[in-house]
């Protein structure tokens, strides 16, 4: 795998326990993010090195930087539709351009626009941002928020093919960790390595929440 893996003990000590954070691996020419679908359409972008086939270009698509986040919305690939799990290095600026055209999905007072603007903002918008609750290797609940993005329309068409350097299937490694987690075994699991991630533009890390 072109992942770099560090233990996860090893990680938890550095990793902030609270507020909003892209906890992600990446460089200054790509972040790594994750997805799960049925063999099928994982399949195929491996072996392609794009998503297509049965891979839907008119649904949104949803993509999570955070590797523990995406282990518990799939229970480690264990659910259904969701055995094959991918790691797609994504080019650094494709991930900014996401971010810079996203909406929350829910309105908050905060924001610095009616409930009107925002409604009619989510109506056009191809990108969409949400922030949840982050979660341990055992699915338990954190303060610390976790953000997955939406993509639809002319998003999800570039990050099928254009947006995306490599695709690697990693539903083995997955397996592999899992039975750590399963006997209760932390001090052998091992997961990518992953820091916080900052962009450079203030006005951006302003409205993500991120600092």
């Known amino acids: 795998m072109k992942i770099e893996l560090k233990k996860y003990n090893e990680q938890i000590v550095e990793w902030p326990d609270k507020g909003h954070h892209i906890m992600a691996q990446y460089d200054d020419k790509e972040i790594i993010v994750?997805?799960?679908?049925?063999?099928?359409?994982?399949?195929?972008?491996?072996?392609?090195?794009?998503?297509?086939?049965?891979?839907?270009?008119?649904r949104?698509?949803?993509?999570?930087?955070?590797f523990l986040?995406?282990?518990?919305?799939n229970g480690w690939g264990t659910k259904e539709g969701q055995e094959i799990v991918l790691a797609i290095h994504l080019k650094i600026e494709a991930f900014q351009k996401y971010l810079q055209n996203a909406v929350y999905s829910s309105y908050d007072t905060s924001f610095e626009l009616s409930y009107e603007e925002w409604k009619s903002e989510v109506k056009t918008s191809s990108?969409?941002?949400?922030?949840?609750?982050?979660h341990n290797p055992y699915g338990e609940k954190l303060e610390r928020r976790a953000v997955q993005i939406g993509l639809r329309d002319d998003f999800i068409k570039s990050f099928a093919k254009e947006d995306i350097l490599k695709i690697e299937d990693i539903s083995e490694f997955v397996k592999e960790q899992y039975e750590f987690v399963q006997n209760r075994q932390l001090?052998?699991?091992v997961v990518p390595f992953e820091k916080p991630f900052l962009f450079a533009d203030e006005v951006l890390n302003r409205k993500l929440k991120i600092s």
Do not use: H
């Open 34 to 58: 994750y997805q799960s679908y049925r063999k099928e359409i994982g399949e195929f972008a491996v072996k392609n090195q794009f998503f297509g086939g049965e891979f839907s270009l008119t």
């Open 127 to 134: 990108v969409r941002l949400q922030w949840d609750p982050d």
């Open 60 to 66: 949104m698509t949803w993509i999570k930087p955070n």
């Open 69 to 73: 986040w995406m282990m518990y919305r």
């Open 187 to 189: 001090e052998n699991l």
